[in-house]
């Protein structure tokens, strides 16, 4: 494998693991507003980010390359809101969906075939990130104060599965 496509494939493996960690400690900010229901959404959503990291690493390895892990820093800040934490959130996925996009060029750049096939399935799982990222902010938005509304959003995020 070419050497600048495995580095960016290792980078890829490490912000996949920041990203659960970013949403396991947005978990948290929930648990510790006993808003369980968003908690939920979000130990689900770091649960599949681990899970993304895991596709990287095997491809690395199925592909002859060594797996770099970095540490992971602890995210930057505590949120002053529901809303300030599902932006962080939406913006994370925006972001994540630019460095797929960028790792699919340098798949390309390099006619690595076997890698730009691997991440078809990252530029699918991106569209519904930022679908499901962009809903839940819009929900938000929409109940802004109204702890009714809060609290109906929050049954409803506990059914996620």
Do not use: C
């Amino acid at each position: 494998m070419n050497g600048e496509v495995l580095k960016a494939l290792n980078k890829q493996l490490n912000q996949e693991l920041q990203n659960a960690y970013l949403y396991l400690s947005m978990a948290a900010f929930f648990d510790e507003k006993s808003l369980t229901g968003f908690s939920h959404y979000f130990k689900v959503q770091a649960k599949e980010e681990l899970e993304h990291a895991m596709k990287f690493y095997e491809h690395i390895i199925d592909r002859g390359g060594v797996v770099e892990l970095y540490d992971v820093p602890a995210p930057s800040k505590k949120w002053k809101s529901i809303l300030e934490a599902v932006q962080e959130f939406y913006d994370a996925e925006v972001r994540n969906t630019g460095r797929i996009w960028e790792l699919v060029n340098i798949a390309r750049k390099h006619e690595d075939k076997a890698t730009e096939v691997f991440l078809q399935w990252f530029i699918n799982e991106q569209v519904e990130e930022e679908k499901n990222a962009s809903e839940l902010l819009a929900k938000v938005k929409m109940v802004g104060d109204n702890i009714a509304g809060i609290l109906a959003l929050d049954r409803m995020l506990a059914e996620r599965k």
